[in-house]
């Protein structure tokens, strides 16, 4: 999959990605009134509840690949991030950490244990998120560092691309799944260790 500055998810249109969480009450990039409510909106205000860092990988952070050739761009997320948190960055090519609005990003280049000691210091007694891309959280899985998860798959067919699994049913060994449908076509696909 190839990345540019004007398309974040490859050939993905997140509107429609995310039209079910933008439609909730509970969105915070909401400027009109209104919105639904119901299981959509409880996950939408739930995203950030005792978060007190993220993690996550490169690729979610901006679509430079190999050494850092711009320090002036400063990823996907503008001068106001959403994450309003320490968000750990990992990569391979460090650059210095930067702050915008109330999240600092760190790059760091370390295991999934490493950087999950990092965060956990930093969110100082909160959660810790695992944010993606599909690469990163197949590492802390493959390290068996996940306690709960919550998958929102949306019906849009993307084609290409990295997948997360074959069947959700291969993590059955290791966690319980619930899976709850949606009146907005999304389903929610909720994990949580035996």
Not at 59 to 83: A, I, L, S, V
Not at 94 to 108: A, E, G, M, N, Q
């Amino acid at each position: 999959m190839t990345c540019a500055l004007e398309s974040p998810f490859g050939h993905a249109n997140p509107e429609r990605l995310f039209a079910w969480a933008g439609a909730t009450a509970s969105w915070p990039m909401r400027t009109d009134p209104g919105g639904s409510r119901g299981l959509d909106d409880y996950f939408t205000r739930d995203y950030a509840r005792n978060i007190g860092a993220e993690i996550m990988g490169r690729n979610k952070f901006g679509p430079q690949r190999g050494p850092w050739q711009d320090h002036e761009w400063r990823g996907w997320w503008g001068d106001e991030p959403p994450f309003r948190t320490p968000v750990f960055v990992m990569t391979h090519h460090k650059r210095p950490s930067i702050t915008l609005s109330d999240t600092t990003f760190h790059f760091v280049d370390s295991d999934p244990v490493t950087v999950l000691g990092q965060a956990r210091e930093a969110a100082q007694g909160k959660d810790v998120r695992l944010g993606g891309g599909v690469t990163t959280i197949r590492q802390f899985l493959d390290a068996d560092l996940v306690d709960t998860m919550h998958v929102a798959v949306s019906p849009v067919k993307l084609g290409t691309g990295l997948r997360l699994w074959e069947l959700p049913d291969e993590l059955l060994d290791r966690f319980h799944l619930e899976v709850v449908p949606s009146p907005s076509g999304v389903t929610h696909h909720l994990f949580w260790r035996k």
